[in-house]
């Protein structure tokens, strides 16, 4: 039986969606998933705000990562 044929529907997008990324991409992915199942949301949003952080090394690209998202957001109004 082919894969597809044997997993929900729903996933078939977000399945696409990662395999359009590189093979590290991937990897370190899968990594964060397994870090993270089984802890509340609290524990698996701190350990990936440490994951996150301490490997960027340097923060000058998260700083303007940051900027980038605050500024798409300033046109939108809430509704």
């Known amino acids: 039986m082919h894969f597809f044929m044997t997993v929900p529907l729903c996933v ?12 590290q991409a991937i990897r370190s992915a899968k990594e964060k998933i397994l ?3 089984g802890r509340t949301l609290d524990d698996a949003l701190r350990i990936e705000t440490l994951n996150g952080y301490s490997s960027l090394g340097d923060f ?6 940051l900027s980038q998202f605050y500024s798409k957001g300033k046109g939108k109004s809430k509704a």
């Open 12 to 23: 078939i997008p977000y399945a696409s969606m990662i395999m359009g990324n590189s093979q």
């Open 35 to 37: 870090d993270v199942v």
């Open 60 to 65: 000058s690209e998260a700083k303007e990562r």
